[in-house]
């Protein structure tokens, strides 16, 4: 079962603080969409609200259309698997996953029967007699997984739920998630603040910071035509050059900037439309700086000293300067051979290059 | 130096030990005591004196009177103990820490107080002393340490079980009977046996609010105003057996909460 959630308006404040300021999103269903955020952005308060958990001070929640908003957790055709697990500690696997079926009058047979199939849904076939605590936490995950699966909810939502877990099981829970939720459908809600777990994961990202969307979209777009300046800092490494809008006419917009004059197409403005005078940051990621002998066409040149450098095993992360005052990260190859404080040609690739405001 | 005081560390601590088990220890071997007084020489030993207990209908029937009390005064703390705390822990009320004080303080009263003063409202009620309200007297005291301990053990981890359970569609009844009252069954067995040791062998209230029906330390009590003989030993080594045994009970299941905790 699924179903496509709409978030009209959504604003919540706790005492006088703004926890969420007119959220406007709508997710497909079906999708695995994922709330990306530094902590306090309000993607858990978020999270909530579509649990059911809180009622927002304004706007509303709809699933398939139909208005949520004030629908009580137990009703609601949401369930939430929470960060620290919250097995029932005095009750077998079985009961666990059973628990969910059992409040909606499931019978013994069927509630094993239900049990049995979600364990093997999570790989823990056999399992059913166990109690929580002889899991390791990573089964516990996935009980927990099972558990909130077994009322066949049509959206699940999930509070940072790998986030107690060390790196190589978190990958691996992270292709798990990925290919359950395939399998079964749901619409999956992910709230995390590690991109590169969204990235793994994500149909779309919402990237939220200080109680506001900032861009919701699929993993590309985000990284490559980010419309906010936090967006495209928040989603991967990227470099931003501060610079003046001086002209625009009809496809191309003329920039000064610390690189030199720039004339770049209307297109680089992903943010929406930038005026003359305005002041913009200039967002270019580590790879799109090229060192080769041979620069590409539609490249920027520029001379820059090698302040230093660290082998990331696929590249060498280099820090680079130029004119002393402009400083930004390269990414190069894994055979190149930096040497700290050696002059290198770079060369910016133009296309690469968006424009976005700077936020007052 | 240090290596001295290593050596008297030992010396030490079975000078505090027997300086608190030393009483109880004379007052059980006394028991077994052969002859008709409770002092040296020891010539037992004798369970004569555990047979005359037995024999006698007055300490049999208060030792009755002192479990019946005890069984029930105990149901009942332990019932208004966990639904003050389980109120208070998942209820946003007005004056939480207040009531939270209101509710532990009674611990710090005199039981020679809160007796006297149920003494007297129950004059002034026109209520008959009897088992009654020795009963409601214990629930006095234990109310508030069954609400202190299961308060404590009422923390994030039951909170959050608790919300996944709502969110799974449990209702307030299938809450409570299936996920907050089991999670807590330890604590509520340990404050349980905790409270009925404490009710079993209490003195001063029984005595104040008791009249025809005794409890087990009351008629003890007037036994030792003939004089103290072997018998009455043997009586309180009963007590004493039963209270170990309870708060070994009550001990067990607290420490295999812990340990369950610590795996957890």
Known sequence: MTARIGIESVSHRFGTFAALEHIDLSIEAGRFAVLLGPSGCGKTTLLSILGGFLVPSEGRVTLDGVDVTRQQPAKRATTTMFQDYALFPHMTLADNIGFG????????????????????????????SRKPHELSGGQRQRVALARALAVEPDVLLLDEPLGALDLNLRRQMQDELKAIQRRVGTTFVHVTHDQEEAMAIADEIVVMNAGKVEHAGSPESIYLAPKTLFAAGFMGEANTVFAT???????????????????????????????????????????????????????????????????FGTHHRARLVCDDTLEFIAHLPQEATPVSGETINVGILRSAIVVLPVPA | MSALLNRLAPLYAAFIYAFIYLP???????????????????????LKWYREVLADEDLVEAMINSLFVAVGSSAVAVILGFLAAYGLARYLLPARGLQRALLTAPLTVS????????????????????????????????????FAILYSQMGDHQANAERAARDLGAGEWQLLCLVSVPMLAPSILASYLLSMTFSWDEFIVAFLLSRFDVTLPVEIFSMLRSGLNPKTNAAGSLVFLLTLGAVILAELFIFRRATRRGRA
Not at chain 1, 103 to 127: I, Q, W
């Open chain 1, 101 to 128: 079926p059992r409040m909606r009058g499931a019978d013994r047979m069927e509630r094993h029967r239900r049990a049995d199939e979600m364990l093997t849904l999570v790989g823990l076939e056999g399992m059913q």
């Open chain 1, 245 to 311: 809008v001086v002209g625009r006419d009809a496809d191309t917009l003329q920039i000064d900037s610390p690189l030199g004059a720039l004339s770049l197409p209307m297109s680089a403005a992903t943010g929406g439309a930038v005026s003359a005078g305005q002041r913009v940051g200039l967002c270019f990621r580590p790879e799109h700086v090229s060192v080769n002998v041979s620069l590409p066409a539609n490249s920027l040149p520029l001379r820059t000293r090698l302040a230093d450098h660290a082998f």
């Open chain 2, 24 to 46: 109880v220890g004379v007052l059980v071997l006394f028991s077994f005591q052969g002859g008709r007084f409770p002092i040296l020489p020891f010539n037992g030993p004798s």
């Open chain 2, 111 to 146: 039981y020679l107080v809160i007796g006297l003063g149920l003494l007297m409202l129950f004059n002034q009620l026109g209520v008959p002393r009897s088992l009654l309200t020795i009963g409601i007297g214990h629930v006095v005291l234990n109310a508030p340490l069954c």
